[in-house]
């Protein structure tokens, strides 16, 4: 299915945002794993968030704390709320989801399905 991040721009060291993941209709989230990714220049991907089909969530050890995830299944959208966001926090960040995943749910090979990417700059 189709999904489409929004909610990226520039920030000041500090401030937050909040991203959106949309899933195409006739996509469940509820019955997906669904993760949050970003990839800097020049560095690997690599996972943020992931939020399980039961709801609970994991957070890579850089974003704990500050970022949240969650999900509205009637809307069919997977939000990460981003807050004391940090320059190096600076990526395009990126939604996937999967209906297995085996492993921890932050690792890119786990997921088939994946957005295009939405931007995020944290300038200090």
């Known amino acids: 299915g189709e999904l489409v991040e929004s909610g990226g721009g520039s920030v000041q060291a500090g401030g937050s945002l909040r991203l959106s993941c949309a899933a195409a209709?006739?996509?469940?989230?509820?019955?997906?794993?669904t993760a949050w990714f970003r990839q800097a220049p020049g560095k690997e991907r690599e996972g943020v968030a992931a939020?399980?089909?039961?709801?609970?969530?994991r957070y890579a050890d850089s974003v704990k704390g500050r970022f949240t995830i969650s999900k509205d299944n009637a809307k069919n959208t997977v939000y990460l709320q981003m807050n004391s966001l940090k320059p190096e926090d600076t990526a395009m960040y990126y939604c996937a989801t999967d209906l297995w995943v085996e492993g921890t749910g932050l690792t890119p090979d786990e997921y088939n399905y994946w957005g295009q990417g939405t931007q995020v700059t944290v300038s200090s």
């Open positions: 209709s006739g996509h469940t989230y509820g019955s997906y794993w």
């Open positions: 939020i399980c089909r039961d709801g609970s969530t």
